[in-house]
């Protein structure tokens, strides 16, 4: 018994040392389109976290809203208002790889993930499809869907200068390194 | 023995789930301070506060006769308005220019600020630094006599302040004033080309849209016979796309050459002013 649970606990200490299919970057781009007639705009950060475990199948992405650039210091300055930053700091993704993928081709596939999916203090769980490429410096991921606003309690700041549009187009594009096992 | 191989077993299990997902960390925590002030002038002393890159601020700044001409008056605002409307657009986030025009002498000024520094959340920078400079010239047709040079009038300033936490703001403004001309009003009358002075203000914050600020602009050395201090108390209030301020202030002008070197009136007498400032900041990129 007792050297079944010494092997159990090794190749669980084994397994949390080995990360060889783990990817991670810290400069991942994010963008999100605000349409409205007569006043489009987009705000960009490239500050992006993500890492994803292809043994594990798990996916996580963050990012401080306060890096989000739209290019002008009042629209930045309602938007951090809007999304109240300074309560609510990061909008992040949790979940799982949910179709399959082959990391040994090189070809651009599509894939699905699902989880969680945070803005604002509220978590909705979302499926986002995508786009994942093995390259030989990484794994390059394309996502993007369309977030409503509403459904996570932020206000369309109508009292603002800025109208912005209830359903928000977001994209992510990030090439994530190997991580050192 | 059981129980403690568990709790190791369900660590490993904790563990590796933890790990899984990476620990949220701010991207810059050091970065720099955002809202010292609420905008660039508190009633007529300017702040550190710059526009963004792209941001256009038009701003309309009043006011009126002093209160003591008691109800006769309406409290001085059936004196007539002191009005200047300016307007300052950000080249950089960290270089603003304008331009204004003031009622009284017909002044047009244009300005010009610099941020030397901007404070840091993390104090690696404890202050923001900018420096102005205001150049006007009298247009009335009264001034007509005088040459283009003689109507000239100048400001250079370094405004230092620091953001001491999310509801106070404190400045300190370095200030010189000249005026290329001085004209006595009475045979005994002390008059400087050149003043010096300070700028204090303050910020307190009551809640995101509404704040109560001062400004002081005591003269430092020789000073102009008959001129008082200027100090204001503002009642700020942002609605999302306008800033309001509401204030009593002593002096008369708006550019800070002038607030030097022009109030007759003391705000401790108490003898002051009702005014108000309207700013819109438009985004134009």
Redesign the interface.
């Known amino acids: 018994m007792k050297k079944i649970?010494f092997t159990?606990?090794l190749c669980?200490?084994i397994?949390?040392l080995g990360h060889s299919q783990s990817f991670?970057t810290e400069e991942g781009k994010a963008t999100f389109y605000s349409k409205v007639p007569l006043h489009s705009f987009e705000g960009n950060s490239e500050?992006l976290?993500g890492?994803i475990?292809l043994d594990?199948k798990?996916v996580?992405f963050?990012?401080?809203l306060?890096?989000l650039d739209t290019?002008?210091?009042?629209?930045?300055?309602?938007m951090k208002?809007t999304l109240e930053t300074k309560k609510y700091?990061?909008a992040?993704f949790?979940g799982k790889l949910v179709s399959d993928f082959d990391p040994e081709s090189s070809a651009i596939q599509d894939v699905t993930v699902r989880g969680t999916f945070k803005i604002h203090g509220v978590e909705k769980e979302i499926e986002v499809e995508g786009t994942l490429q093995m390259k030989d410096n990484g794994l390059h991921v394309t996502a993007g869907w369309i977030l409503s606003l509403l459904d996570y309690k932020i206000e369309p700041?109508q009292?603002?200068?800025?109208k912005v549009d209830k359903e928000q187009e977001i994209k992510i594009d990030a090439l994530l390194k190997p991580v050192d096992g | 023995m059981r129980k403690s191989i568990a709790t190791l077993l369900f660590s490993f299990f904790m563990t590796s789930l933890v790990s899984a997902q990476l620990e949220r960390k701010r991207a810059n925590p050091d970065g720099p301070v955002a809202e010292t002030f609420l905008t660039k002038n508190i009633a007529g002393l300017g702040t550190v506060q710059l526009l963004g890159k792209g941001d256009l601020n038009s701003m309309i700044q009043h006011n009126f006769g002093d209160v003591r001409g008691g109800i006769e008056t309406f409290f001085g605002v059936d004196e007539g308005a002191n009005v200047r409307i300016a307007f300052g657009y950000g080249l950089t986030d960290d270089l603003n220019i304008g331009i204004g025009r003031t009622s009284r002498e017909d002044n047009i000024d244009f300005s010009i600020d610099y941020r030397i520094l901007h404070q840091t959340k993390l104090d690696r920078i404890p202050v923001s630094v900018v420096l102005k400079g205001n150049t006007g010239i009298r247009t009335q047709k009264e001034s007509f006599g005088l040459t283009f040079q003689e109507r000239l009038n100048y400001l250079g300033s370094v405004m230092i302040a620091r953001k001491f936490s999310d509801n106070f703001s404190f400045q300190v403004s370095l200030m010189v004033s000249h005026f290329n001309t001085v004209v006595k009003t009475k045979q005994d009358s002390e008059l400087y080309n050149t003043v010096y002075g300070l700028g204090f203000a303050g910020r307190f914050k009551i809640n995101e849209r509404k704040s109560i600020s001062f400004e002081y602009l005591p003269v430092i050395g020789d000073k102009i016979t008959d001129t008082k201090n200027h100090a204001a108390l503002v009642y700020e209030l942002e609605t999302g796309g306008h800033v309001f301020q509401m204030f009593f202030m002593s002096g008369r002008w708006f550019t800070e050459q002038h607030l030097l070197t022009r109030t007759e009136t003391d705000f401790l007498e108490p003898n002051f002013r009702f005014g108000f400032n309207v700013n819109r900041v438009f985004g134009l990129l």
């Open positions: 649970i159990t606990v669980l200490f397994s949390s991670k500050n976290v890492f475990d594990e798990t996580d963050y990012i401080d306060e890096t290019g002008n210091g009042k629209r930045d300055k309602d208002l700091p990061f992040e949790f700041p009292i603002l200068f800025i």
